[in-house]
């Protein structure tokens, strides 16, 4: 097992940062993942939409995730959910290269992020994973995020949904 180091994902390695993304979804099955948009590429050092942090190896950037804040991105996953009227943050954006799976980052960053979004004031925090995604589901149901429903998205997209209070 590696020493990793996790944190902020620096602007200098937004190459880094789009060719991991590009590797994990071209390596996974396509339903596990919603693709990004060109312009949510664009938005993933805005920390108004989202706080993106990483696990490095050295200077390798091994994995992502993303605690997206921003409530009008979130909010048909809101209503989804039957949180309408709150403050909800998501637990979102988890890609690790295949060569470090395996390792429990993709769960040490959910925590992370878990833990800043106690941090920075969120009390309800969501995310959700494709049935079949037993890598994400595992690292979900570790952090203590109950399943809510199973549910067929707005964007078409099937997802077990999980919420916890923070």
């Known amino acids: ?12 390695d937004e190459q880094q940062l789009r060719t ?7 390596a996974t099955p396509p339903e ?8 949510e590429l664009d938005s993933l050092y805005d920390e ?3 706080l993106l942090h990483g696990a490095y190896d050295g200077e390798t950037l091994a ?9 009008e991105m979130l909010k048909s996953y809101k209503e989804e959910m039957g949180l309408s009227s709150e403050k909800v943050c998501e637990l979102g954006g988890n890609l690790v290269l295949s060569e470090y799976r395996g390792q429990k980052i993709q769960y040490n960053l959910m925590q992370l ?25 595992k690292s979900i149901q570790r952090l203590g995020l ?3 429903k199973k549910s067929h998205l707005s964007n078409g997209f099937l997802r077990d949904l999980y919420y916890s209070e923070l």
């Open 1 to 12: 097992m590696k020493d990793l180091t996790y944190k902020k994902v620096r602007k200098s």
């Open 20 to 26: 991991l993304i590009s590797n994990v979804l071209a």
């Open 32 to 39: 596990f993942f919603i693709p990004y948009e060109e312009w």
């Open 48 to 50: 108004s939409y989202a």
């Open 63 to 71: 994995g992502i995730a993303q605690l997206y804040v921003q409530q």
């Open 113 to 137: 992020q878990f833990n800043l979004a106690r941090d920075i004031g969120f009390k309800h925090i969501i995310t959700m994973a494709h049935p079949d995604n037993v890598a994400s589901l």
């Open 146 to 148: 109950k399943f809510m």
